[in-house]
């Protein structure tokens, strides 16, 4: 039985059928692949792996702590060359985003969101060449109570 976060990768023949899956991770979460296409990188229990696509064992390139300097990684990408993986961590509660080498390494911070009324709760984020994308939630609303009455 397929586990639900499982990473499989299937293969397209030249006569355009598909090949049998074949899972290279247990619990990857939300992988991106490598500009080249030879590796996958995503996130489990705060720790970054890259798995190569074809054959070969995961590879820890960053182990997130729940304490000290080493903050959990909640998403993971690769930047467009492929030199840098970048990774997202949120600790009570102010997101961080942060880089690390593609071979490994210590993680280099690259923001902090401090502010209250500016926060990024959503895991997602986008990087290209020389930016980083993420949301901002804006926790607010016009709530109204209303007591209905049916006739």
Request: hydrophobic content about 40%; glycine content about 8%.
């Given at each position: 039985q397929r586990s639900?976060?499982?990473?499989?990768?299937v293969k397209r023949m030249l006569d355009d059928s598909w090949g049998?899956?074949?899972?290279?991770?247990?619990g990857l979460f939300l992988p991106d692949w490598s500009p080249d296409g030879r590796f996958l990188v995503g996130v489990t229990n705060g720790t970054i792996v890259m798995v190569p696509v074809d054959s070969g064992p995961e590879?820890?390139?960053?182990?997130g702590q729940p304490t000290g300097d080493a903050p959990l990684a909640i998403k993971a990408?690769?930047?467009?060359?492929?030199?840098?993986?970048?990774?997202?961590?949120?600790?009570?509660?102010?997101?961080?985003?942060?880089?690390?080498?593609?071979?490994?390494?210590?993680?280099?911070l690259l923001a902090r969101l401090t502010?209250?009324?500016?926060?990024?709760?959503?895991?997602?984020?986008?990087?290209?060449?020389?930016h980083l994308y993420f949301t901002l939630d804006d926790?607010?609303?016009?709530?109204?109570?209303?007591?209905l009455k049916h006739p």
């Amino acid at each position: 039985q397929r586990s639900p976060t499982a990473t499989y990768i299937v293969k397209r023949m030249l006569d355009d059928s598909w090949g049998k899956p074949v899972m290279r991770s247990a619990g990857l979460f939300l992988p991106d692949w490598s500009p080249d296409g030879r590796f996958l990188v995503g996130v489990t229990n705060g720790t970054i792996v890259m798995v190569p696509v074809d054959s070969g064992p995961e590879k820890v390139v960053y182990r997130g702590q729940p304490t000290g300097d080493a903050p959990l990684a909640i998403k993971a990408l690769w930047s467009p060359d492929g030199t840098t993986i970048y990774f997202k961590s949120r600790q009570a509660g102010i997101a961080s985003f942060w880089s690390i080498p593609a071979a490994g390494g210590p993680p280099h911070l690259l923001a902090r969101l401090t502010d209250p009324f500016r926060i990024s709760l959503r895991g997602d984020f986008a990087v290209d060449r020389t930016h980083l994308y993420f949301t901002l939630d804006d926790r607010q609303s016009d709530l109204w109570v209303v007591e209905l009455k049916h006739p």
